[in-house]
């Protein structure tokens, strides 16, 4: 990592690869290649030795991922990054290097999740892990006596949990769960997917895994999937390559490029759409259609100050609000009618983009138990995007009148 800013780094590091050969290209090129030649057998056999150093194999490393992955490390502050071919598989990395480290309580492994977790990474933990023999417990991971309580009486092995959560936009106390988690030797995976490295660098906070879905807002624009982890403890780092290696969850050489391209804007797109969102929030609050707004930038958030404290005066770009008529016609209807806003599940593109939790990320949950965790009929997350948000705004508000 270079000694710049985060918004220096981003735009060059992982950047011009042979920045002293005459003639060299300035951006790292899509290396389209399986296999790698060496100029003997020595060569090859030094490369196999030293996986980190040298190119066999695609599924043992390629330099246009690399390039991305030194781009993520620099970014997140962390010794290493590891790019996947989704969140999920980078989820799955996670929980599994996090699991994987010995433990000396020598008892049952358990994790302890987020309530209000993204949906995936719960089913993830019970039809996945489950059947490994590991348990998963839940908390309200924004209640810090709870949690505590929690840790002190099931002493779970991993914490996983959100920065902010989605689509209720919960703020968890990342430093002091962190603190809390490290005491009784447990390892924390932080997503960080709707934070971002723009607002907080969580390794200071010791956080062990830093994870995104890079489909969201690292790439930004909405044209590939992808993943990451972000690692700053070597042992932990090297099993995460090892599984990565193994199992073969790698990032394709294109996609790759296609992050390391988005991720150059990613301090100026987090900054616009963080203050669009702002401006979006307090406006909804003022609309007779509208019953709540849920965002950390509103003073009635019950994690206001926490978000000041953590975020470095940004609030994130998501913002949900529940409609007075809660039904789902009523929202149907606002979302047919928007003509800018894309009515589309994601996040963190440069778009505007609606969604109805109901029936897309939380379909198969009960409506009472929905309702239990505030998503109800009438609730609808926007991922407010990089637009004027003049034009955000008007497109709202003829799409509720
Ligand atoms: C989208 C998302 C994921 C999963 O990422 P994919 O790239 O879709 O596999 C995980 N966590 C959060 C918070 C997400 O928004």
Known sequence: MSQHKLTTRIVHDGEHPERN??????????????TYVQTNAEGIDWGFANVNESFTYIRRGNPTVQAL??????????KGAIATATGMSAMFLAIQTAL?????????????????????????????????????????????AEVAQVMVKQQPDVLILEAISNPMLKVSDIPALTAMAHEIGARVIVDAT???????????????????????YL??????????????DPELLKSAQKFLRLIGLNLAPYEARMVSRGMKTLT??????????????????????????????????????????????????VVSFELVNASRSAVFGLMDRCKIITPTTSIGDIYTLMTYPAISSHRDIAPEERAKQGITDGLVRLSVGIEDVEDIIADLAQALS
């Open 21 to 34: 050969r005459l003639g060299a290209p300035t951006v790292m090129p899509i290396v389209s290649s399986a």
């Open 69 to 78: 992955e030194i781009a993520i490390a620099s970014a997140e502050e962390t």
């Open 100 to 144: 994987y480290t010995p433990s000396p309580k020598n008892k049952t492994k358990r994790v302890l999740c987020a309530r209000d977790v993204f949906g995936s990474t719960f089913t993830l933990l019970k039809d996945v892990f489950a059947l490994q023999g590991y348990e998963t417990l839940l908390c309200d991971t924004t209640n810090l």
């Open 194 to 216: 709707i934070a971002t490295p723009v607002l907080r660098r969580m390794v200071h906070d010791g956080v062990d895994i830093i994870m995104h879905s890079a489909t969201k």
């Open 219 to 232: 790439n930004g624009h909405g044209d590939i999937a992808a993943g990451a982890v972000a690692i700053n």
């Open 268 to 317: 100026l797109r987090m900054k616009q759409q963080c203050a669009n969102a702002n401006a979006v929030a307090t406006w909804l609050t003022q609309q007779p259609a509208i019953k709540t707004v849920f965002h950390p930038s509103l003073p009635s958030h019950p994690q206001h100050e926490l978000c000041k404290r953590l975020f470095n005066g940004h609030f994130g770009a």
